[in-house]
């Protein structure tokens, strides 16, 4: 059974364009690690400081080894200055298509 996560990122005013810009660095490399399935960053319409994150992953393994990746590791040292909240869920798959 796959791992399915969603990651939600709010921006500090002023810092959306950075953000964005650190977000779609880290999105190739990440599509090309053992274990993803997918890996797609959005952005909320309604309230553009919000981001989110949406991925599959073969396993908990194969995510621990996408947070210990280098690309992920210094993404994690660039993003908590341009951040004003966060939350990541981990969740399983119940019913239903492709998201």
């Known amino acids: 059974m796959t791992l ?4 939600v990122f709010t921006a ?3 810092f959306e364009q950075k ?3 650190l977000f779609r660095g880290v999105v190739d490399t990440t599509l090309r690690e053992e274990g993803c399935i997918s890996y797609q960053i ?3 319409i309604e309230n553009p400081r919000r981001f989110v ?3 599959e992953w073969r396993s908990e393994t194969d995510l621990d080894r996408h947070l210990a990746a280098p690309h992920l590791q210094a993404l994690a040292r660039e993003v908590p200055e341009c951040i ?3 939350e990541v869920l981990k969740l399983t798959k119940l019913a ?3 998201a």
């Open 4 to 7: 399915f996560v969603v990651a």
């Open 53 to 55: 994150f949406t991925e």
């Open 84 to 86: 004003e909240s966060s």
């Open 42 to 44: 959005n952005r909320d």
């Open 19 to 21: 953000l964005e810009q």
């Open 12 to 14: 500090k005013p002023g």
């Open 96 to 98: 239903g298509g492709a």
